[in-house]
């Protein structure tokens, strides 16, 4: 791939790609439609009214939840992120204004759809830089700990969707049955990868350089997100693919994919009948901009 970016002259643009600055303007991105992805889920408003601290802290772990859970996986301190003074402050600047802005001018600027889709493709910008540090942190702390530095950027680039639970409660829900793990989202499975390549990367298994493996994985990235946010899909790219490994390898069957528990889910939630249809609507709503994240 090397070789192929330097017929094309792009190896240096590769280099420079990956030694940009993230804050603040891709960092505020990032920010922006976390919190976003935050405001769609059952409840989060009512919340935000009754209780601005605990919805503060949602977001925060929204923002900042992969960190948290990679420092503790490391052995450091879970708030010491929470040192870099303004980062909180523009995250919790954007919450205000996602969450109090007077007639919601801002939410409703940042969730126009052309504005929408570029804050979606430099979302990922940062999600593929998360993933590669993760990697980089492990291997610096666990030279030769292949599974953990998978794991650590896994958890880098899969941010608050591995916290979900822990998030819900801070709100006062209680939803074991929307665990990541057992139903994988794109961004998940995409960061799980990411992870993988890296490490191969990192431990000189895979023949190419880091800045030509960051931009290749976040071109990739910023495609799928932007053209799925902009279709309202559920789909994934790796679905034909996992559907033929997990028949041949696990025995399931063909076609079984994140639609199906996207369906199921779906049903699950119609036939409760502890939620109004309020909530129905916001946990549709939800599900599908989280699909697409």
């Known amino acids: 791939m090397d070789n192929v970016l330097a017929v094309l002259n792009l190896g240096e643009f590769a280099q420079i790609f990956s030694k940009m ?168 499975k995409a960061s799980l990868y990411g992870a993988i390549l890296f490490t191969l990367q990192e431990s000189h298994w895979l023949p190419v350089s880091k800045s030509t493996l960051i931009l290749a994985f976040t071109l990739f990235m910023a495609t799928s997100k932007v053209v799925m946010t902009a279709r309202h899909s559920h789909g994934s790219p790796f679905t034909l693919i996992e559907s033929w490994i997990c028949h041949l390898l696990f025995g399931s069957p063909l076609g079984s994919s994140e639609e199906d528990h996207h369906h199921a889910a779906a049903s699950a939630a119609s036939a409760s009948p502890l939620k109004t249809k309020e909530e129905l609507s916001e946990g549709i709503r939800k599900r599908k901009a989280k699909k697409a994240e």
């Open 21 to 188: 600055g993230m804050f603040p303007v891709f960092d505020l991105a990032y920010y922006i439609v976390s919190i976003v992805y935050l405001k769609y889920e059952p409840g989060s408003v009512e919340v935000s009214r009754r209780s601005p601290v605990a919805s503060w802290l949602c977001a925060m772990l929204y923002c900042f939840g992969s960190y948290i859970l990679a420092d503790i996986m490391l052995g450091s301190s879970p708030i010491d992120y929470f040192q870099y003074n303004s980062h909180i402050l523009l995250a919790s600047a954007v919450w205000y204004l996602i969450f109090y802005c007077p007639l919601n001018l801002f939410y409703k600027c940042v969730t126009f759809v052309p504005i929408k889709l570029v804050l979606v493709a430099l979302k990922e910008v940062v999600r593929t830089r998360k993933i590669a540090a993760g990697v980089h942190h492990a291997h610096h702390a666990y030279h030769h700990g292949f599974f953990i530095m998978v794991i650590v950027g896994y958890v880098k680039g899969s941010g608050v969707a591995l916290m979900s639970n822990f998030e819900q409660l801070l709100r006062g829900v209680w939803r074991p049955e929307s665990n990541e793990i057992l139903n994988m989202s794109f961004p998940t």
